[in-house]
T-cell receptor, first 112, second 114 residues
């Protein structure tokens, strides 16, 4: 069954902390995305990738790095976390065609 | 600037009633429009996709329309159930492939009460 799995589901860190959010998809999709969701805003694209080793900058990339180590795994890195990065983060995967992206269940990150 | 506006922001209906959610957008080009359902604390799940200049779709109790000339879409939910309580998100895709960008609305929070 097609799936996108995010870990951890919840994370609390302090300002200046180092955080890695993980995403794994078992859909054989080429494209993977990291979004953040904040109240009053639609999902906003942070980084995305066309395949292993590829990285593309999204619309709100400041303060975030990402790495696509394999076709299945896409990581989002916050090296110096700030309170403004407190948010709900979603990973998604998609094939090249016009099918709907598949979303993970989200990671809720709190930066104190 | 927000390119996808949804209304109302929130809506409360009684179980069994019908409701209509609105989506207006300014995204250009507008290749397709998709409606997602997001249960609290969960990811987004696609309900339907509209592609044609004037399109209609139906998926059980969910039906949707799209008018690309007006850049407007509606999502109708008939005979609402308690499980319909969720946030409904309108998403406009500017291309027909994964190379395109998805533009997300902020969502309409629907609450269905007994």
């Amino acid at each position: 069954e097609a799936a996108v799995t995010q870990s951890p589901r919840n994370k609390v860190t302090v300002t200046g902390g180092n955080v890695t959010l993980s995403c794994r998809q078992t859909n054989s999709h080429n494209y993977m995305y990291w979004y953040r969701q904040d109240t009053g805003h639609g999902l906003r694209l942070i980084h995305y990738s066309y395949g292993a080793g590829n990285l593309q900058i999204g619309d709100v990339p400041d303060g975030y790095k990402a790495t696509r180590t394999t076709q299945e795994d896409f990581f989002l890195l916050l090296e110096l976390a700030s309170p403004s990065q407190t948010s709900l983060y979603f990973c998604a995967s998609k094939d090249y065609n016009n099918q709907a992206p598949l979303f993970g269940e989200g990671t809720r990150l709190s930066v104190l | 600037k927000t390119q996808v506006e949804q209304s109302p922001q929130s809506l409360v209906v009684r179980q069994g009633e019908n409701c209509v959610l609105q989506c207006n957008y300014s995204v250009t080009p507008d290749n397709h429009l998709r409606w997602f359902k997001q249960d609290t604390g969960k990811g987004l799940v696609s309900l339907t996709v509209l592609v044609d200049q004037k399109d209609k779709t139906s998926n059980g109790r969910y039906s949707a329309t799209l008018d690309k000339d007006a850049k407007h879409s509606t999502l109708h939910i008939t005979a609402t159930l308690l499980d319909d309580t969720a946030t409904y998100i309108c998403v406009v895709g500017d291309r027909g492939s994964a190379l395109g960008r998805l533009h997300f609305g902020a969502g309409t929070q629907l609450i269905v009460i007994p």
